[in-house]
């Protein structure tokens, strides 16, 4: 399955799901048009351009001649060739991308450089089908949400990955980290509340049930993997990169790795205190003092 991979703050840019989700395609697109305008040959691009052409699905505004000057048009089209997609217009996905792009400045200068997202191109059009009613709802918007939290919080790792639960909360409505957003018992922070305030068409966060009931259902359907690591600690991976065996080896050697830690740190913490007191010792015999009792005395 062919993938898409955008920035984690445009889940949280625009009024509704149906509307982050078309912004979150057209930055796709444009940005995926321009990489090709930077890195290919002007005759490939010449090529790519006309076989869009003849393709008899082009953006009703688009120029049928390729000139190399136009480039933003370039950038749509080119994008849309080399995704697959058709329709729309240059003008509108162009909007939707400076639009995009002015949010992701506007987050980088309240939370610092977000991370990235790569996930399903197939999921994003599934999303898009069941928000425009023509679609199978077999997964729901806060489900995919959830499944781009998982995404992106396990990156490119091969291995499972231990994820918080409020981290993935956070990370589900396109926020990088989950700081100051939540307080004792899971509730959310007057802090949290003025950064979801900031989000158009974000209502709240997803409650710990309703993260756990969506993972499930992630889980039933192949797309994520958990591995129980003790009885507050869950580690993530992807069925894909790592199968269940491989998943359960990698839980025998953290598990030994940390056993091994923890016994170390205790032995050097023992040896320690053993040469606390040696000095101890050494320092009341140089001043011709009798080493203090732990016992208690009584006067």
């Known amino acids: 399955m062919k993938s898409i991979k955008f920035p984690l703050c445009l889940l949280g840019f625009g009024s509704d ?3 982050q989700l078309e912004r979150i395609i057209d930055w796709y697109l444009v940005e995926t048009g321009r990489y090709m ?3 290919d040959k002007e005759d490939l691009l010449e090529i790519v351009y006309s076989e869009a052409v003849d393709s008899e699905k082009f953006p009703s505004d688009a120029p049928e001649c390729f000139d190399e000057a136009d480039t933003e048009t370039l950038w749509v089209i080119l994008g849309q060739s080399r995704c697959h997609v058709t329709g ?3 003008a509108k996905t162009l909007q939707n991308w400076r639009l995009a ?3 992701i400045e506007d987050e980088k200068q309240r939370f610092g450089v977000g991370p990235f997202v790569q996930i399903g191109q197939d999921f994003v059009w599934e999303q898009i089908a069941n928000l425009r009613g023509v ?3 077999r997964m729901s918007c806060r489900q995919f ?3 781009c939290a998982v995404n992106c919080a396990i990156g490119t790792k091969a291995e499972p990955y231990m994820i918080s639960r409020d981290y993935l909360r956070a990370l589900a409505l396109g926020f990088k980290s989950p700081r100051g957003l939540f307080g004792p018992g899971d509730l959310v922070t ?3 509340l003025s950064f979801l305030a900031l989000r158009p068409g974000m209502e709240k966060f997803p409650t710990v049930k309703q993260l756990r009931n969506d993972l499930d259902f992630l889980d039933k359907r192949g797309l994520i993997g958990r591995i129980m690591a003790s009885r507050r600690r869950v580690a993530f991976y992807l069925p894909s990169r ?3 065996e491989e998943a359960k080896k990698w839980l025998v050697r953290r598990l030994a790795k940390a056993s091994s830690t923890l016994s170390r740190r205790r032995f050097e913490e023992r040896l320690l205190i053993e040469r606390i007191r040696a000095g101890q010792a050494t320092g009341n015999e140089k001043l011709g003092k009798a080493p203090k009792s732990h016992a208690s005395q009584v006067d």
């Open 17 to 19: 799901p149906l509307q």
């Open 37 to 39: 305008v930077d890195n």
């Open 88 to 90: 729309g217009t240059v």
């Open 101 to 103: 792009e002015a949010w």
């Open 135 to 137: 679609g199978s709802d």
């Open 145 to 147: 949400r959830v499944l």
């Open 190 to 192: 007057p802090k949290g």
């Open 242 to 244: 790592c199968s269940w």
